[in-house]
């Protein structure tokens, strides 16, 4: 089946500054990618997703790229601000489901 | 419209007792699912279903069970509660499949269950 390794496990970084997440899947299968969002003691939040015939998405300050024939795919964060610090899961594909990586704690510090 | 609504938001359980988590979802999602995050880790996929009348197991499903009777519901039922299912409990749903391909879940707010 799918597996999603994700890295770093955390992120720290200077507010303003940019910030990347990346993840590695192992199914050729998977067309779908998406970054959920979670704040402390809340549920996950759909931030941006990517389906395997684009190479690229923006939304604002959040991107997400995707390299196929390498099977990973990243998040970028630029102009960082406090509110962006959270756990970040990236997710594949597989079939009807989703397999998640195991998330990345990002902090940003003032 | 609520979205998907999860009850209870807390809960203590005993070994050995019993409970019924319950999902519900007014968005007229075909697909339904239930994850387990332990702290500090990511999601992982208990249950899912992908219409009323149709589940199937996902990555743990030992120690758990579920029904879709309706499509609005996805009840999560706890057998002989041990304290390895003290974890956070979320529900999603999404409309599966469409033309543009497998479509975004949405999460619920998440029941903590601890066992003791």
């Known amino acids: 089946g799918e597996n999603v390794e994700q890295h770093p496990s955390t992120l720290s970084v200077q507010e303003g500054d940019s910030a990347v997440i990346k993840c590695t899947y192992s199914?050729?299968?998977?067309?779908?990618f998406p970054w959920y969002k979670q704040e402390l003691g809340k549920r996950p939040q759909l931030i941006i997703d990517i389906r395997s015939n684009v190479g690229e998405k923006k939304d604002q300050r959040i991107a997400v790229t995707l390299n196929k024939t390498a099977k990973h795919f990243s998040l970028h964060i630029t102009e960082t601000q406090p509110e962006d610090s959270a756990v970040y899961f990236c997710a594949a594909s597989e079939a009807q489901k989703l397999v998640f990586g195991q998330g990345t704690r990002l902090t940003i510090n003032p | 419209n609520a979205g998907v609504t999860q009850t209870p938001k807390f809960r203590i359980l005993k070994i050995g007792q019993s409970m019924t988590l319950q999902c519900a979802q007014d968005m007229n999602h075909n697909y339904m699912y239930w994850y387990r995050q332990d702290p500090g880790m990511g999601l992982k996929l208990i249950y899912y279903s992908v219409g009323a009348g149709i589940t199937d197991k996902g990555e743990v499903p030992n120690g758990y069970n579920v029904s879709r009777s309706t499509t609005e519901d996805f009840p999560l039922r706890l057998e002989l509660a041990a304290p390895s299912q003290t974890s956070v409990y979320f529900c999603?749903?999404?409309?599966?499949?469409?033309?543009?391909?497998?479509?975004?879940?949405?999460f619920g707010d998440g029941t903590r269950l601890s066992i003791l």
């Open positions: 999603a749903s999404s409309y599966g499949y469409t033309g543009t391909g497998i479509q975004p879940q949405h």
């Open positions: 199914d050729s299968a998977s067309n779908y």
